[in-house]
């Protein structure tokens, strides 16, 4: 059974036509008196950690090391940096896309 | 199920949290600046606890032997890896020490933080915090609701976090009793965590209660992860290689840690696509 497995590598990002099927478009929602984003949606990879996204927002809002920053997913909890953008889109997901709440400080615990 | 085999299970989850990890921890050697070599640090960690909980008193004990030393750049490393530490110190074991030698030999780190791997633990509040977060992540799986650890008072959380680093189930299942939510349960918490290309993965795989009640450990990885090696993987859950034929709903019940989720760990792994 082992020999019949060939090694299958279609799950694996693709450089063609496919590619689109391997990102997610993720929905930022501003919380509070958090600063808005130019880009409310951004395309990030399936196989991209959460810490991925974090960092582009930080990025976007020019936020310091030091400045709190807090996102939740489906107003509910925040994933962990190291859970993958794939398996938080085919979990907590609507509409094709991801819900993102960001907020400067701890709106949901 | 007869009445002997419920009072079983829950003697088989008492024993998992009986369940301790006896930690050697050195120093990276380049970093003493002592003359002196220092004694490695030797602890028994519960298995449902967190690595950080240990953080002040490794702290403390290689202090006198490095130079510089920023509180918060301290993590841990097996054989070239780093140690997750959202992920409950039983997890990693499992994942990391595939030999199963004992007592389980990590480095502490004061330098070099990799900040591409893993976020800072400032303090023990950190983990605490991101415990609970699992936890509500869990309870949004089970039942499209967090309101009942929102509700959780102070007092609850700090009894609930000194009950899962003191190893006490009862003081768990006090708290939990608190935190129980309402309605039918939605989709079930699990995780799959293996090493491959010198990464812990840490994917989600959540399973209708339906879905739960019909499948066997087996029987649920064949759906989810067809492609893996079955002769050379090894599965293996708190600490224990189960058979392939345990029903999940049981695995669930006896086997879940204290966030909620159930991780199966997956060793030996060469290629899972």
Partial sequence: ?109 | MTNTDIIRDSEVRRQIWKGAIPLLINISSHEITSLQTPYPFYVMIPRQSYLPTLGESVRNHFVDYVSTFNKSDLWFECQGEVLKWNLPVGVLFDVHNTSHNLPWSITVHFNAFPTDKIYKCLSESDVIWTYLNTLKEAMYLQYNNVNSIMMLSKNDQTKLWEAIKDNKLNDYDETKEQFKADGTLKLHPIRIVYELNKEVKNELVPLSDEEVKAETLGSFLQKVKPNRDVERTNVVVQGIKPSLETPLDWLIDACSHPDQFLYICLTNVINLN
């Fill in chain 1, 1 to 109: 059974m082992q020999q019949e497995e060939p090694n299958n590598t279609t799950e694996e990002p693709a450089d063609d036509s496919s590619s689109k099927q391997d990102k997610v478009v993720i929905l930022f929602k501003a919380v509070g008196s958090t600063p808005l984003l130019k880009k409310t949606k951004a395309k990030i990879n399936t196989n991209s950690p959460f810490r991925e996204v974090i960092g582009f927002i930080r990025k976007q809002l020019k936020m310091k090391n030091d400045q709190s920053l807090f996102l939740y997913c489906n107003q509910a909890f925040c994933p962990n940096p190291d859970e993958l953008v794939g398996d938080l889109y085919k979990t907590f997901g609507s509409d094709k896309m991801l819900v993102i709440s960001y907020c400067n400080t701890a709106a949901w615990g």
